[in-house]
């Protein structure tokens, strides 16, 4: 029976070891994505800040236009 417990604790030891290094190696990667997604994240807030003002500077010439045709046909 001992013989029995030493090998169940010899392979405990070793799944253990191999979690360890797996959980390890997933921490690792997790980072990495999150590195990835606030790359992008941050693109995506560059991009819709552009979006937006170029889209209010459109906005304003259109009304700025509208308001010059009214006023010449007043």
Do not use: P, Y
Not at 24 to 51: F, P, Q
């Amino acid at each position: 029976m001992d013989h029995d417990e030493h090998v169940l604790q010899v392979a405990t030891e070793r799944f253990e070891r191999r979690l360890a290094e797996e959980c390890g190696k997933l921490h690792i990667e997790i980072a990495k994505v999150h590195t990835v997604i606030a790359a992008l994240r941050s693109e995506m807030i560059d991009r819709n800040h552009e979006l937006l003002k170029w889209g209010l500077l459109f906005w304003a010439t259109g009304i700025a236009a509208v308001a010059a045709l009214i006023a010449l046909f007043r």
